[in-house]
């Protein structure tokens, strides 16, 4: 496919830009520890001058350039290309909730992150891409379990099927200019897969922008809140309530049949 082409090369030379920041990064600290060295030696240490400082007063904290600085310097370096490559990538809007959520952590504290280097990256592009399916059907369970109504002590139908509307609870607020509402953020996965999960029931793939037609149209509808898609109607409340109506019964049937009817294996003892 052409956009996948364009996808190769623009990842190629992200990556090749790095690599020659990397190797830039790594000489200049170099050039600043011999200097250091060069001034400390010459003019000698005393009781007033521990060490000179090449770097400004203040730099990172007050830190001063020390032996690890360039380790520091790269973790941080490789954490932020690493979350750049993501959204270049927009890789979020492939997975399910729960592996969003693990990239999202694992892109916030940097552990497990291999090098940068395009067979890395484009190898984990290579596998969400041929992993869809599967991931699209986690999605599907993991919004019929958010849609369907909240359980209680008594073991109803009603647990396991989704009606004609639903409310979601915090789930939107006012814009700053109070002219119109936003997702929360704590929220946009959920609606992301919400998307992913009726297109994936209406055999049309997953959402082809980044946060996909329900989050775009909250974005667009007026201080009135009403909007709608191919597949909701929509109206956001001040308090923070999401109203949705399903416009193809079809397919919440569909989504009940199937995430339903596992919920209900998963859940159901055998009669003794």
């Known amino acids: 496919m ?8 623009t990842v190629s030379q992200l990556i090749e830009n790095y690599e020659a920041a990397v190797a830039d990064i790594t000489h200049a600290y170099k050039l600043l520890h011999a200097a250091k060295n060069r001034l400390n030696a010459s003019f000698g240490l005393g009781q007033r001058i521990h060490s000179f400082d090449v770097l400004p007063h203040g730099y990172h904290h007050g830190a001063t350039l020390s032996d690890d600085s360039l380790a520091q310097v ?11 490559l993501m ?13 969003r959520e693990e990239l999202n952590k694992q892109l916030s504290d940097g552990k497990g992150l291999p090098d940068i280097t395009f067979e890395n990256v484009w190898g984990m592009f290579e596998s969400a891409v041929s992993n869809v399916d599967r991931y ?33 609870k915090w789930y939107v607020e006012a814009n700053y200019s109070k ?24 055999g049309k793939g997953v959402v082809s922008t980044y946060n996909g037609p329900t989050q775009d149209a909250i974005k667009l509808a007026g ?11 929509l109206r956001c409340c001040l308090n923070g309530n999401l ?18 009817g596992a919920r209900l294996r998963k859940y159901s003892a055998p009669y003794k």
């Open 136 to 168: 699209m059907e986690e999605a599907v369970l993991e919004v019929f379990e958010f849609l369907r109504p909240p359980s209680s002590q008594y073991k109803t139908n009603s647990e396991f099927e989704i009606g004609k509307r639903v409310v979601l």
């Open 2 to 9: 052409t956009t996948d082409l364009i996808k190769r090369d």
């Open 179 to 202: 002219s119109g509402f936003n997702v929360r953020y704590s929220y946009d996965s959920r609606v992301t897969a919400l998307d992913n999960a009726f297109l994936r029931l209406d």
């Open 74 to 84: 790269m973790v941080q370096i490789k954490l932020d290309a690493w979350r750049v």
């Open 223 to 233: 201080s009135d809140g009403l909007c709608e898609t191919d597949y909701f109607k």
């Open 87 to 99: 959204e270049r990538l927009e890789l979020r809007k492939l997975l399910s909730i729960a592996r």
């Open 243 to 260: 109203h949705l109506e399903f416009k193809r019964p079809d397919l919440v049937q569909r989504l009940n049949a199937i995430a339903g």
